[in-house]
C-alpha cells in the first residue's frame, strides 16, 4: 500500500472536480449558497460574504455518505484505506477515526471493555471522559493514586508496585486504564505496565490524547502502541495538523473484543461524522508518513531556542523539565514555565502573556504550560521572547540570584489531595442520576470539610477532576478548591463557579424523610 496516498482527502477533491449537483445534505450545498442572492437584501454588515471569506472552501470538502464517499460506521472504501494506512502509519493492527475527539475513543473503549459492575483499575487523575465511560457502563473504579514527578511535583501514572498491588487485590479487574503523558509533557516507558496487565490477561487500555507525535521523532518518548498497550487513544489535532475533534483510537492483540468496541464506537459518534476532520485525519498521517522526523524539525528548534534564552537571562524564569534520571522523559515540544521566585503565581504569567498576544495552553498556581506546534517559526519565538522580557521588567521578577531556593522546589501540596494510606481506593460506582438516599445542601467551602460532594468539580483546562460526586471532603480538597478560587481559575461542574460555596450531600437528611 502507498503510503504517501491521501485516499480519503484525494477522492473528495475528485469529487468536487466533477462539480456534482447536490440534492442531499448538508444544507449549504457544496458551498454554493454563496452563489446565491438573499431574497430579501437588508442594509449593513454583509453576512454572506463575511461567510464566505471564512468557510467557502471547507464547506466544499464538507459532504455525507454517498456511494462514492464511504460511511465512517460501515467503511469499506476510502475511509477504510485511510485507516488501514493510520494503522500502519501508528504501528497498529487498527485504526479508528474518531470525529468526537479522544472522549469518543475513552468512552468507546470502556463501553467494549467492561459491562455493569466490573471493575477497572484506574489512574485517579483521569480525563472527565473517562468517568462518563463508566457512567454509560456501569462499571466501578479501583483508583490508583499518581505519583509525583519529583522535580515537577506533577502528578503522572501511579507507581509500578502500586499498580501490581491493586491488580493483587481486585483479581477479577477487566482491564487497567492509564493516561499518559500528562499535560505537562511528562511521560513514563507504558511496557512495564502492560506487562502487568497481560499477566492477568486484562488488556491495558491507554489516554494519550497528549501524545500523537510520540514516537515520531527520537527526541520524543516512546508512545503507548510501541510499550504494548492494548488500545490507544490519541487527539491527532493536538500536536499534528488535524482539525479540532480530529482523534484515532489504534488497537492491537486480542485482549479487547473488537466487535464490541465497534458497536460503542457507533453507539457514541455521529451518525453524521465530519468529512473535513476525517479528512484532516487523512492529512495529518500522511504529512508524517512523507516527512518522517524532518516535520518536527522547526518546533523543536523553536522550543530549544526559548529554553536556552531562559537559560540565559538573569531573571527568575525558568524552564521546568521532568526529571530523566527518574525514569520520567519531557516532551520537548511542552515548555513549562514558572517564575521560580514565587513571585508572579502561573495564572497571572497567563494573563500577563495573552495581554501582549502570546496565549499558552494552560496555567496553575505556578506554572504555565507553552505547547509548541511543529510549525513554530522563529519569529514566533521572538516575539514570545519579548514577551516574556516584557513581563520580567513589567511584573518585577527578582534576579535568578536574588531567589529563595526553597522556592524552587516541587510544590507538592498544590498537587496532592490525598494520603499515602489512600494510594488504592475501594471500588467507586459513577452514576449520571445523584444518589436518592440523601438530600442536597449548599454549603460555605469552608465548613465543607467531612460532607460528601454533591458535584463533581473539574478545572479546565485540564479537565481532570478535583473532587468527585460522591467523594468524602478533606481538608487538602477545601485548601486546593480555595486556592483555585483565589486565582479566579476555571471550573467545570461547579454550582458556584467562584468557588466560594460547593453542594453537598446533607448526611442529617435522608431523601425518604
Given at each position: 500500500m502507498?503510503?504517501?496516498?491521501k485516499?480519503?482527502?484525494?477522492a473528495?477533491?475528485?469529487?468536487?472536480d466533477r462539480?456534482p449537483?447536490?440534492?442531499?445534505?448538508?444544507?449549504?450545498?457544496?458551498?454554493?449558497?454563496?452563489?446565491?442572492?438573499?431574497?430579501?437584501?437588508?442594509?449593513?454588515?454583509?453576512?454572506?460574504a463575511t461567510?464566505?471569506?471564512w468557510?467557502?472552501?471547507?464547506?466544499?470538502?464538507?459532504?455525507?455518505?454517498?456511494?462514492?464517499?464511504?460511511?465512517l460506521?460501515?467503511?469499506?472504501?476510502i475511509?477504510?484505506?485511510?485507516?488501514q494506512?493510520?494503522?500502519?502509519?501508528?504501528?497498529?493492527?487498527e485504526?479508528?477515526f474518531?470525529?468526537?475527539?479522544?472522549?469518543?475513543?475513552n468512552l468507546?473503549?470502556?463501553?467494549?471493555?467492561c459491562?455493569?459492575?466490573?471493575?477497572?483499575?484506574?489512574?485517579?487523575?483521569?480525563?472527565?471522559?473517562?468517568?462518563?465511560?463508566?457512567?454509560?457502563?456501569?462499571?466501578?473504579?479501583?483508583f490508583?493514586?499518581?505519583?509525583?514527578e519529583?522535580?515537577?511535583?506533577?502528578?503522572?501514572?501511579?507507581?509500578?508496585d502500586?499498580?501490581?498491588?491493586a491488580?493483587?487485590?481486585?483479581?477479577?479487574a477487566?482491564?487497567?486504564?492509564?493516561?499518559s503523558?500528562?499535560?505537562?509533557?511528562?511521560?513514563v516507558?507504558?511496557r512495564?505496565?502492560?506487562?502487568?496487565?497481560?499477566?492477568?490477561?486484562?488488556?491495558?487500555?491507554?489516554d494519550?490524547?497528549?501524545?500523537a507525535?510520540?514516537?515520531f521523532?527520537?527526541?520524543?518518548?516512546?508512545?503507548?502502541?510501541q510499550?504494548?498497550?492494548?488500545?490507544?487513544v490519541?487527539?491527532?489535532?493536538?500536536t499534528?495538523?488535524?482539525?479540532?475533534m480530529?482523534a484515532?483510537?489504534?488497537?492491537q492483540?486480542s485482549?479487547?473484543?473488537?466487535?464490541?468496541?465497534?458497536?460503542?464506537?457507533?453507539a457514541?459518534?455521529?451518525?453524521?461524522p465530519?468529512?473535513p476532520?476525517?479528512?484532516s485525519l487523512?492529512?495529518?498521517?500522511?504529512?508524517v508518513?512523507?516527512?518522517g522526523?524532518?516535520?518536527?524539525?522547526?518546533?523543536l528548534?523553536a522550543?530549544?531556542?526559548?529554553r536556552?534564552w531562559?537559560?540565559?537571562?538573569d531573571?527568575?524564569?525558568e524552564v521546568?523539565?521532568a526529571?530523566g534520571g527518574?525514569?520520567?522523559?519531557?516532551?520537548?515540544?511542552?515548555?513549562?514555565?514558572?517564575?521560580?521566585?514565587?513571585?508572579?503565581?502561573?495564572?497571572?504569567?497567563?494573563?500577563e502573556?495573552e495581554?501582549?498576544?502570546?496565549w499558552?495552553?494552560?496555567?496553575?498556581?505556578?506554572?504555565v504550560?507553552?505547547?509548541?506546534?511543529?510549525?513554530?517559526?522563529?519569529?514566533?519565538?521572538?516575539?514570545l521572547?519579548?514577551a516574556?522580557a516584557?513581563?520580567?521588567?513589567?511584573?518585577?521578577?527578582?534576579?535568578?540570584?536574588?531567589?529563595?531556593?526553597?522556592?524552587?522546589?516541587?510544590?507538592?501540596?498544590?498537587?496532592?489531595?490525598y494520603?499515602?494510606?489512600?494510594?488504592?481506593?475501594?471500588?467507586?460506582?459513577?452514576q449520571?442520576?445523584?444518589?436518592?438516599?440523601?438530600?442536597?445542601?449548599?454549603v460555605?467551602?469552608?465548613?465543607?470539610?467531612g460532607?460528601?460532594?454533591?458535584?463533581?468539580?473539574?478545572p479546565?483546562?485540564?479537565?481532570?477532576?478535583?473532587?468527585?460526586e460522591?467523594e468524602?471532603?478533606?481538608?487538602?480538597?477545601?485548601e486546593?478548591?480555595?486556592?483555585l478560587?483565589r486565582?479566579r481559575?476555571r471550573?467545570?461542574?461547579?454550582?458556584?463557579p467562584?468557588l466560594r460555596?460547593?453542594?453537598v450531600?446533607?448526611?442529617s437528611v435522608?431523601?425518604g424523610?
Amino acid at each position: 500500500m502507498n503510503r504517501l496516498r491521501k485516499p480519503l482527502f484525494d477522492a473528495l477533491i475528485r469529487r468536487l472536480d466533477r462539480n456534482p449537483l447536490s440534492f442531499h445534505v448538508p444544507g449549504h450545498k457544496n458551498g454554493r449558497l454563496f452563489h446565491a442572492e438573499p431574497a430579501s437584501p437588508i442594509e449593513g454588515d454583509d453576512i454572506f460574504a463575511t461567510y464566505k471569506t471564512w468557510f467557502e472552501m471547507i464547506m466544499r470538502l464538507d459532504v455525507t455518505e454517498l456511494s462514492d464517499t464511504d460511511d465512517l460506521h460501515q467503511p469499506e472504501g476510502i475511509i477504510a484505506e485511510a485507516q488501514q494506512l493510520a494503522a500502519e502509519c501508528f504501528g497498529a493492527e487498527e485504526t479508528y477515526f474518531l470525529v468526537n475527539g479522544s472522549t469518543a475513543g475513552n468512552l468507546s473503549m470502556l463501553l467494549a471493555a467492561c459491562g455493569p459492575g466490573d471493575l477497572v483499575i484506574m489512574q485517579r487523575n483521569v480525563h472527565k471522559s473517562v468517568l462518563n465511560g463508566l457512567r454509560l457502563a456501569g462499571a466501578r473504579a479501583v483508583f490508583v493514586m499518581p505519583e509525583l514527578e519529583p522535580r515537577t511535583g506533577q502528578m503522572t501514572v501511579p507507581r509500578l508496585d502500586t499498580l501490581a498491588e491493586a491488580l493483587k487485590r481486585y483479581p477479577d479487574a477487566k482491564a487497567v486504564f492509564l493516561s499518559s503523558p500528562n499535560y505537562y509533557g511528562a511521560a513514563v516507558d507504558l511496557r512495564p505496565y502492560a506487562e502487568a496487565a497481560h499477566m492477568h490477561r486484562i488488556p491495558l487500555l491507554v489516554d494519550e490524547a497528549h501524545g500523537a507525535h510520540y514516537g515520531f521523532h527520537p527526541a520524543f518518548p516512546t508512545n503507548a502502541m510501541q510499550a504494548g498497550a492494548d488500545v490507544v487513544v490519541q487527539s491527532a489535532h493536538k500536536t499534528l495538523p488535524a482539525l479540532t475533534m480530529g482523534a484515532m483510537l489504534h488497537v492491537q492483540g486480542s485482549r479487547l473484543d473488537r466487535g464490541l468496541l465497534k458497536k460503542a464506537l457507533s453507539a457514541v459518534q455521529s451518525s453524521s461524522p465530519s468529512y473535513p476532520i476525517m479528512a484532516s485525519l487523512d492529512i495529518a498521517r500522511a504529512m508524517v508518513d512523507r516527512y518522517g522526523e524532518s516535520l518536527f524539525r522547526d518546533g523543536l528548534e523553536a522550543a530549544k531556542i526559548f529554553r536556552e534564552w531562559i537559560s540565559g537571562q538573569d531573571s527568575a524564569l525558568e524552564v521546568v523539565e521532568a526529571d530523566g534520571g527518574s525514569g520520567y522523559k519531557q516532551d520537548p515540544l511542552r515548555v513549562v514555565l514558572r517564575d521560580g521566585s514565587g513571585t508572579v503565581p502561573g495564572y497571572t504569567l497567563q494573563r500577563e502573556l495573552e495581554s501582549r498576544g502570546c496565549w499558552p495552553e494552560l496555567a496553575d498556581e505556578r506554572h504555565v504550560v507553552l505547547l509548541f506546534g511543529a510549525f513554530t517559526t522563529p519569529a514566533d519565538v521572538e516575539r514570545l521572547i519579548q514577551a516574556c522580557a516584557s513581563i520580567v521588567q513589567d511584573c518585577r521578577i527578582p534576579e535568578r540570584n536574588e531567589s529563595k531556593e526553597k522556592d524552587r522546589e516541587p510544590d507538592r501540596n498544590r498537587t496532592v489531595w490525598y494520603s499515602d494510606d489512600e494510594a488504592i481506593s475501594l471500588p467507586v460506582s459513577f452514576q449520571f442520576h445523584m444518589k436518592t438516599r440523601q438530600k442536597v445542601k449548599t454549603v460555605v467551602l469552608h465548613q465543607a470539610t467531612g460532607y460528601e460532594s454533591a458535584e463533581t468539580i473539574i478545572p479546565y483546562p485540564p479537565g481532570i477532576p478535583l473532587v468527585y460526586e460522591g467523594e468524602r471532603i478533606t481538608p487538602a480538597i477545601v485548601e486546593r478548591l480555595d486556592t483555585l478560587s483565589r486565582h479566579r481559575a476555571r471550573c467545570q461542574g461547579a454550582s458556584d463557579p467562584t468557588l466560594r460555596t460547593i453542594n453537598v450531600f446533607d448526611r442529617s437528611v435522608s431523601s425518604g424523610s
